[in-house]
């Protein structure tokens, strides 16, 4: 074994501390040498995308961590789940499916971790520190917290978050480390107006750009205004890590460890310069989507990551400018989200405007982990890059990405129409 | 001619089969179906191929964190690839592997191997994996 231990360390993957931290340490000492890490260290926070997935297999494992006494030793959040825990009747959803679904989720909860249920968990609760160490699970959620919030977390996947959560330790690796995280490419915006990137539109497509260009590279994007918000760097994260691994991106005056093309940089020189243009987001635009305009539409959703107050806002705004028209008949139109975002909603007067509308708003869960969605869904429109990105492969619809506005639109008259052109900024 | 070609153990194990060769990296998250083992990203260049008891060798995953969970859950489907070949560690595809073994006990090794070694791979043909990372690799009979 090439990884050095602490004391403690050694005790746990002795059993010392109970079977599920002697599972958990064992995992991660193994993972230590897939890494190649010298030794291992502390995190104080923890992320788990273990729960969101019902599989048998992911099932049994939190279980078996359960049975065997596991308790998460550091706070830890949970990502969206498989249902919507309080509604699940009403969208339908079997109740075989439902009550797997609950047992996973409940060996979590035993297990000490925070029912948040939510893939945005830095917009509400136990938001990471600036240079915090924590283990973060959910890919969206990892390159918010490493690139908007400079917290330090790995692409940790299912299973080692629960690991790290129980045991308060991971390899000292990658991400964890400062030198790790200087930036590798530099993207700059070239002919790109201003009035574009006041477009929501403009942040998922330019992140399925740099994850395209980037792979698995730190980018780092000059020309970004000082004034883009979090819910349109959450957008911009979630593509980048749908169609590439980014785990961190820097936007120069942006992001806190980008106050300065150098510190982006820690003073070395870009590996490559590569320029952005407005046909390459157009280009991106025609990559997302698989169905043409025009096309008869079954779904809008949005919410992928989960919708915040502020977006929810966003949308009663558009569909106020509506004059009353509402969804077309044969168009479901889902808003994801968490119960901490709902509890504010419900503070405000908007459920009556986006439910009248013909909004559902689904908590709680996904699209792509639960069974929402029928099967004689086959276009589903949505303003997520991720959603448009893994919609086609994982429910086997077409899917047209459009603005939010657009979205709406669609929805009322029931086919894929373009109004917004997010490149030109008109 | 077998051709002799020495990889890196990720997770070392024995393994055999055809390879299944892809230039392009893969999310296994939304990219392949735990119950079939097809791989259904349909903008992915293999999109309907089966990887299960192939050798799949690709560049490295991408994406999702769920990649794990997918993987983990084709061991205990019986869809998994026999073993993976990769030409960068990736510590998502590694984890599934890994819990995978601390679960079922089953092992599906993942060697990593140079640009050139990598390249020396065609579809089809048969290889042959050893706990060392050595990789022996029959050439498919053409023609």
Same mark, same amino acid.
């Given at each position: 074994?090439?990884?050095?231990?602490?004391?403690?360390?050694?005790?746990?993957?002795?059993? /010392?501390?109970? =079977? !599920?931290?002697?599972?958990?340490?064992?995992?991660?000492?193994?993972?230590?040498?897939?890494?190649?890490?010298? /030794?291992?260290?502390?995190?104080?926070?923890?992320?788990?995308?273990?729960?969101?997935?019902?599989? /048998? @297999?992911?099932?049994?494992?939190?279980?078996?961590?359960?049975?065997?006494?596991?308790?998460?030793? &550091?706070?830890?959040?949970?990502?969206?789940? #498989?249902?919507?825990? %309080?509604?699940?009747?009403?969208?339908?959803? #079997?109740?075989?499916?439902?009550?797997?679904?609950?047992? %996973?989720?409940?060996?979590?909860?035993?297990?000490?971790?925070?029912?948040?249920?939510?893939?945005? #968990?830095?917009?509400?609760?136990?938001?990471?520190?600036?240079? %915090?160490?924590? !283990?973060?699970?959910?890919?969206?959620?990892?390159?918010?917290?490493?690139?908007?919030?400079? @917290?330090?977390?790995?692409?940790?996947?299912?299973? &080692?978050?629960?690991?790290?959560? &129980?045991?308060?330790?991971?390899?000292?690796?990658?991400?964890?480390?400062?030198?790790?995280?200087?930036?590798?490419?530099?993207?700059?915006?070239?002919? &790109?107006?201003?009035?574009?990137?006041?477009?929501?539109?403009?942040?998922?497509?330019?992140?399925?750009?740099?994850?395209?260009?980037?792979?698995? =590279?730190?980018?780092?994007?000059?020309?970004?205004?000082? %004034?883009?918000?979090?819910?349109?760097?959450?957008?911009?994260?979630? !593509?980048? @890590?749908?169609?590439g691994a980014v785990a961190l991106f820097h936007a120069v005056g942006v992001t806190p460890e980008a106050n300065t093309l150098e510190e982006a940089f820690q003073n070395d020189t870009p590996e490559q310069v590569i320029s952005v243009h407005s046909a390459d987001l157009a280009a991106a635009q025609t990559e997302l989507s698989t169905a043409e305009a025009g096309a008869q539409l079954d779904a809008v959703v949005l919410g992928c990551p989960h919708f915040s107050f502020a977006e929810f806002q966003q949308l009663a705004w558009i569909i106020q400018a509506q004059e009353g028209q509402s969804v077309h008949p044969g168009v479901r139109f889902i808003v994801l989200t968490n119960q901490l975002t709902y509890s504010l909603l419900q503070r405000s007067d908007l459920i009556?405007?986006?439910?009248?509308?013909?909004?559902?708003?689904?908590?709680?869960?996904?699209?792509?982990?639960?069974?929402?969605?029928?099967?004689?869904?086959?276009?589903?429109?949505?303003?997520?890059?991720?959603?448009?990105?893994?919609?086609?492969?994982e429910l086997g619809v077409q899917v047209a990405f459009g603005s939010m506005a657009d979205c709406v639109r669609s929805a009322i008259e029931g086919n894929v129409c373009r109004r917004e052109t997010p490149w030109t900024g008109l | 001619m077998d051709r002799i070609v020495i990889g890196k153990p990720v997770l070392a194990g024995s393994a055999e089969g055809v390879a299944l060769v892809s230039k392009e990296p893969l999310s296994l998250w939304g990219g392949l179906s735990a119950q079939t083992g097809e791989i259904i990203d349909r903008r992915h260049e293999r999109s309907g191929a089966v990887v299960t008891g192939k050798v799949f060798v690709f560049p490295q995953g991408r994406g999702s964190s769920t990649a794990s969970a997918i993987l983990l859950e084709s061991v205990k489907a019986g869809t998994a690839p026999a073993a993976i070949i990769n030409l960068k560690v990736d510590p998502i595809l590694a984890l599934g592997a890994i819990v995978a073994d601390e679960l079922y006990h089953k092992i599906v090794p993942i060697i990593v191997v140079s640009k050139e070694d990598f390249d020396a791979i065609q579809e089809g043909d048969y290889l042959e994996i050893a706990p060392d990372g050595t990789i022996k690799i029959c050439a498919q009979q053409r023609g």
């Open positions: 074994m090439s990884v050095m231990l602490s004391e403690k360390d050694r005790r746990m993957l002795k059993g /010392e501390y109970g =079977k !599920a931290a002697k599972l958990a340490m064992s995992i991660l000492v193994r993972m230590a040498e897939v890494y190649g890490a010298e /030794e291992m260290m502390d995190v104080t926070l923890a992320h788990i995308d273990g729960v969101g997935l019902l599989s /048998e @297999a992911g099932l049994e494992f939190a279980e078996t961590l359960a049975t065997l006494g596991g308790r998460v030793s &550091i706070p830890t959040t949970l990502n969206m789940v #498989p249902l919507d825990v %309080q509604q699940w009747e009403k969208w339908r959803i #079997p109740e075989d499916y439902a009550r797997k679904a609950l047992r %996973q989720i409940k060996a979590y909860i035993n297990m000490g971790c925070i029912p948040t249920c939510t893939c945005a #968990p830095y917009q509400g609760y136990l938001t990471p520190r600036f240079g %915090q160490q924590i !283990a973060w699970a959910e890919s969206n959620a990892i390159v918010f917290a490493n690139s908007v919030l400079g @917290a330090r977390t790995n692409r940790y996947g299912d299973y &080692i978050d629960i690991c790290a959560a &129980i045991t308060g330790r991971v390899p000292q690796y990658g991400l964890h480390l400062k030198p790790n995280r200087k930036g590798q490419l530099l993207l700059r915006l070239v002919d &790109i107006e201003p009035a574009v990137m006041m477009n929501d539109a403009f942040y998922p497509l330019l992140g399925y750009f740099l994850g395209r260009v980037a792979g698995d =590279k730190i980018p780092v994007i000059e020309g970004l205004p000082a %004034q883009a918000t979090d819910d349109q760097l959450k957008a911009l994260g979630a !593509a980048a @890590a749908s169609s009556d405007l986006l439910t009248g509308f013909g909004v559902q708003i689904v908590l709680d869960t996904c699209v792509f982990h639960c069974p929402i969605l029928s099967l004689e869904v086959k276009v589903v429109m949505t303003n997520s890059g991720k959603h448009a990105y893994y919609a086609p492969g | -």
